[in-house]
């Protein structure tokens, strides 16, 4: 930016993923019931890598609403479901402001 504040159209476009993101972020915390619904009905399989989704698709996790309900043991007893699955679980989790049930 320079001294004027003008933006040149080419930083505008690599600006452009930051300010959508910012504006999602403001939208959620204007109305975040809406916005945590709209979370837990996403399905697995299209938010995680194959292998991941398939996983959960096997154990009759199809949304986030389903996963939130699960523990970290119960995951990680599934079949083919390694560490690097669960940390990309509970990575999306974390972006998302949510959690694994306890114990």
Not at 67 to 93: D, M, P
Request: with cysteine.
């Amino acid at each position: 930016m320079n001294i004027t504040g003008w933006i040149c159209p080419q930083c505008q476009m690599s600006l452009a993923p930051w300010m959508t993101y910012c504006c999602k972020k403001k939208d959620q915390e204007k109305n975040p019931s809406k916005n945590n619904n709209e979370i837990l009905n996403l399905e697995v399989r299209r938010l995680f890598t194959v292998k991941t989704g398939s996983c959960l698709n096997a154990e009759n996790i199809f949304t986030v609403g389903e996963l939130i309900n699960t523990t970290e043991s119960e995951l990680s007893a599934i079949i083919n479901f390694g560490k690097k699955s669960l940390n990309e679980v509970l990575h999306f989790l974390r972006d998302n402001d949510l959690c694994l049930k306890r114990h």
